[in-house]
């Protein structure tokens, strides 16, 4: 064993549950030294630095001991997005520390082991009856992640040749070949990733559904 | 005393250094104007947006700027924590907080009124505006609050609401009365460049508009909803205004003149209730021409002193967000990494809006 540890951090808070976890990297082999969540609602902003705090404190590692942290991206809640973004970019700033974005179809199949090769379809729960969809087949995207309803996913790929369907118990997907996956991404896979991957110079949120803006009708000239 | 501050709190990206002096090492600020006039009004998710993309390059800039190469070296991290809109202040506290817990610098949420309320305090290289001592009467007005303060001191026990506005912000009323004569948002800018236009012709060229009624309500209390509604009733029956430079150039003038008669008249007022010599006048509309001339205007007649801060202290900006996080860390005050984004102000108000009787 002549490799020295290295350590990853991970940040995820796109869902409900915000989580962080910190990995040991020993060359290829990945242990999982920590792992906290808050569950409380809209509250990720309040509890994600306490819960860092306690996943390294708990370990024994420094924050400037890491060689990267992982930062769940989305698609998710657009605050929840902002919170761990902002977060990271604040980390960054003062230790120099390098991030990795991992979006949220990446850390479901990290946790859920899906296949890397044949046709993958991933879904997310986007509420309001929609689904995020992103298809890939290997490592190549076949379409930008989206938004349509759930039952549109088992309609489209119904008895089609795809090597699985990764969705959240929540979805209503009723596909033969589905692999049930998380509810939502978590930070273990998100840390997972970020120790395989190289830096993200600038992490992009994945915000997927455009900002709702309503404007007023012009009103009617007489 | 150096401090590195933030604030996101509505359409400004900013980031600055200042010392517990007041002096202002390095400003920043990214405005998103351009992203938000197409829809005459601030977006909150496109402005949440544009935060998260611009607050690292802020602070980078900021903290160069201010020849400060590691940020460990500041002695406390500041953020605008509320009022706002809390999407947008969540970015800034969050780049804030991780700040803090990475380098383990004393930390500090700040009350963006109270940053406003203290502008007029910090003082930028290269100009020698003088600094008023406590007390003094503060106007604050902005696009989002206008309200009269005492101020004692720097810290949020320190300031006591006089009066506030009962619906629109003083702002707010010149960007919709801009709307209604077509001139774009934001709406402060061209209505106090047009007003100043037509009051520089010559008495032989200027025609001027048929005065507004002054929104006067009793007390310390405005009401700038009416105003507007003048506007938009002159416009109904004179449609003709519209299709002519040289008359909207005098309805601006006269809702500048009704706007800024008001607000000169309760700030003196209040000062004089209050026994307080001194006034001054904070927030986006405080950069209004009209408003600073009248207000050097009265403070000459009445014999008190009048300070007007720098046209960048005006508008939102982190100088006086870190000047008045420094106020607070010197005390020994901190907040911790729990804290959070809220909309509404922690100092308390005395105005009610809407309609009724004062509680």
Redesign the interface.
């Known amino acids: 064993m002549s490799q020295k540890s290295t350590y990853f951090l991970g940040i995820e808070t796109s869902g409900p549950v915000g989580t962080v976890a910190l990995i040991r990297a020993d060359g290829g082999t990945l242990t999982l030294l920590g792992r906290r969540e808050s569950a409380v609602r809209n509250?990720h902003?309040?509890?994600?630095?306490?819960l860092?705090?306690a996943v390294l404190q708990e370990a024994g590692i420094p924050?400037?001991s890491l060689s990267a942290i992982g930062v769940g991206v989305g698609p998710g809640s657009?605050?929840g997005i902002?919170?761990a973004?902002?977060?990271?970019?604040?980390?960054?700033?003062?230790?120099g520390v390098p991030l990795v974005a991992v979006n949220a179809f990446d850390a479901l199949e990290e946790a859920a082991g899906a296949p890397s090769s044949g046709v993958v379809i991933t879904v997310l729960d986007a509420l309001r009856g929609e689904v995020f969809v992103r298809i890939r087949n290997g490592n190549q995207t076949l379409t930008e992640p989206s938004t349509v309803t759930a039952a549109a996913v088992d309609v489209l790929f119904e008895g089609c040749c795809v090597a699985a369907i990764l969705g959240p118990p929540s979805a209503s997907l009723t596909t033969q070949t589905s692999l049930r996956a998380a509810d939502e991404p978590d930070a273990v896979a998100v840390a997972r990733l970020a120790a395989r991957r190289p830096p993200t110079d600038e992490p992009e949120?994945l915000?997927v559904r455009p900002?709702?803006?309503s404007?007023a009708k012009p009103k009617k000239q007489n | 005393m150096r401090v590195l501050a933030l604030e996101t709190s509505c359409d400004e990206t900013a980031a600055a250094v200042v010392d517990d002096q007041g002096n202002v090492l390095s400003d920043v600020v990214h405005s998103q104007i351009a992203i938000h006039a197409p829809y005459g009004g601030i977006i909150p998710e496109l402005a949440s947006r544009d935060h998260l993309r611009n607050a690292e390059y802020v602070v980078r800039e900021a903290l160069s700027r201010a020849g400060i190469v590691d940020v460990g070296s500041v002695d406390g991290i500041a953020v605008t924590c509320r009022p706002g809109l809390v999407g947008a202040l969540l970015v800034g506290v969050q780049v804030a907080k991780a700040l803090a817990f990475a380098t383990d610098l004393p930390f500090v949420g700040v009350d963006h009124l109270v940053g406003h309320l203290l502008a007029v305090r910090t003082i930028r290289p290269g100009t020698a505006t003088a600094v008023p001592a406590y007390p003094y009467l503060a106007l604050l007005v902005s696009g989002g609050h206008t309200a009269l303060y005492r101020v004692d001191g720097p810290l949020l026990t320190d300031i006591r609401e006089i009066g506030a506005t009962r619906d629109d912000a003083a702002g707010e009323a010149y960007d919709k009365t801009a709307k209604l004569l077509g001139l774009g948002y934001p709406g402060g800018p061209t209505i106090d460049r047009l007003a100043h236009e037509h009051e520089a012709l010559a008495t032989g060229e200027r025609r001027d508009e048929e005065p507004f009624t002054l929104p006067m309500l009793r007390g310390f209390e405005f009401s700038f909803s009416g105003l507007k509604t003048q506007v938009a009733q002159r416009v109904a029956k004179q449609p003709e205004i519209l299709g002519n430079p040289a008359r909207i150039a005098a309805v601006c003038a006269a809702f500048q003149e009704a706007m800024t008669r008001v607000l000169v008249q309760k700030l003196f007022l209040a000062a004089e209730a209050e026994g307080v010599p001194r006034v001054v006048i904070g927030g986006g509309v405080a950069a209004n021409r009209g408003l600073r001339a009248r207000i050097l205007r009265v403070a000459k007649k009445r014999n008190v002193e009048a300070y007007l801060p720098d046209l960048a202290s005006c508008t939102d900006n982190a100088a006086m967000i870190g000047y008045a996080g420094a106020m607070r860390l010197v005390r020994g005050e901190r907040d911790t990494l729990a804290l959070c984004a809220e909309s509404r102000t922690s100092l308390p108000r005395t105005t009610r809006k809407g309609r009724g009787e004062r509680v």
Do not use: K, N, Q, S
């Open positions: 509250a902003g309040e509890a994600l630095l306490p860092v705090d924050l400037r657009f605050t902002r919170v973004l902002g977060t990271a970019i604040g980390l960054r700033l003062a230790t949120p915000y900002p709702d803006i404007v």
